[in-house]
């Protein structure tokens, strides 16, 4: 999944010296054989991908985080009592639609309520750094630098192909993703399933030279609609 970087939109123009690094997308990573062994491992307290222990460096700013290191700690973060990706969304949107009116101060108050119980959502993330920097508050570089880390785990996890869909937290962080970094519309919306059964939101990204398919893999997200 290539970056078009005239598409970087708010991220690009918000944060002047923006590098997305996509020299290698998944290559150490595929949801069916690694999804339930790094959630095992985000348990773990001996394991490198122990979720306390990664949130605690994503939340220094740590630089040594890998991009696997980054989908490890979301996929800790689903076992987490506060990840309910379908009531999360309106929060997310409603984040979206006061940066749209300009309303940045209360859209830095919802971002931080929300990050409060979810520390690695891609919206809230994306958005506070955003509102810092037209709020001209002096430390955006914290939230521009984890924004890229979501980014550039997202595109590192797959191509965003039926073969090899892209890993997202949210249902709508495919959209998020095609509309503020791709550079894209959103077209056509629908759902499907992978080789292996996993659940696949498919979206339709519309550019001025066509459109292409995009497809990222959320089953984590659905299993919790059946959590008890």
Same mark, same amino acid.
């Not at 970087?5 to 002047?16: E, N, Q, S």
């Not at 010296?17 to 491992?41: A, E, P, V």
């Not at 519309?185 to 066509?210: A, P, Q, V």
């Given at each position: 999944?290539?970056?078009?970087?005239?598409?970087?939109?708010?991220?690009?123009?918000?944060?002047?010296?923006?590098?997305?690094?996509?020299?290698?997308?998944?290559?150490?990573?595929?949801?069916?054989? !690694?999804?339930? !062994?790094?959630?095992?491992? %985000?348990? +773990?307290?001996?394991s490198e991908y $122990?979720?306390?222990?990664?949130?605690?460096?994503?939340?220094?700013?740590?630089?040594?985080?890998?991009?696997?290191?980054?989908?490890?700690?979301?996929?800790?973060? =689903?076992?987490?009592?506060?990840?309910?990706?379908?009531? =999360?969304?309106?929060?997310?949107?409603?984040?979206?639609?006061?940066?749209?009116?300009?309303?940045?101060?209360?859209?830095?108050?919802?971002? +931080?309520?929300?990050?409060?119980?979810?520390?690695? +959502?891609?919206?809230?993330?994306?958005?506070?750094?955003?509102?810092?920097?037209?709020?001209?508050?002096?430390?955006?570089?914290?939230?521009?630098? /984890? =924004?890229? /880390?979501?980014?550039?785990?997202?595109?590192?996890?797959?191509?965003?192909?039926?073969?090899?869909?892209?890993?997202?937290? %949210?249902?709508? !962080?495919g959209q998020t993703?095609?509309?503020?970094?791709?550079?894209?519309?959103?077209?056509?919306?629908? %759902?499907?399933?992978?080789?292996?059964?996993?659940?696949?939101?498919?979206?339709?990204?519309?550019?001025? +030279?066509?459109?292409?398919?995009?497809? $990222?893999?959320?089953?984590?997200?659905? !299993?919790?609609?059946?959590? /008890?």
């Open positions: 999944m290539p970056i078009n970087y005239k598409g970087l939109l708010r991220i690009l123009m918000a944060f002047f010296s923006l590098i997305i690094t996509n020299s290698s997308f998944g290559q150490d990573f595929d949801y069916h054989n !690694d999804f339930k !062994d790094l959630l095992k491992k %985000s348990k +773990d307290k001996s $122990f979720y306390p222990k990664l949130l605690e460096r994503f939340n220094a700013n740590d630089s040594t985080l890998t991009n696997k290191d980054i989908v490890a700690l979301q996929i800790g973060f =689903t076992d987490n009592k506060n990840y309910k990706p379908y009531e =999360t969304i309106y929060k997310e949107r409603e984040i979206l639609a006061l940066i749209s009116d300009k309303q940045y101060e209360k859209a830095v108050i919802k971002c +931080d309520k929300l990050l409060k119980t979810n520390p690695v +959502d891609f919206t809230a993330l994306m958005e506070k750094g955003f509102a810092y920097m037209k709020l001209n508050k002096t430390d955006v570089l914290i939230h521009k630098e /984890k =924004t890229i /880390k979501i980014i550039n785990s997202i595109m590192w996890s797959g191509d965003g192909t039926t073969e090899r869909p892209c890993f997202v937290l %949210s249902p709508i !962080d993703l095609i509309r503020y970094i791709l550079g894209g519309s959103i077209g056509t919306m629908g %759902s499907g399933r992978d080789k292996n059964g996993y659940f696949l939101d498919i979206l339709e990204m519309k550019k001025d +030279d066509g459109s292409l398919t995009k497809y $990222f893999i959320i089953q984590h997200a659905t !299993d919790k609609m059946f959590d /008890k």
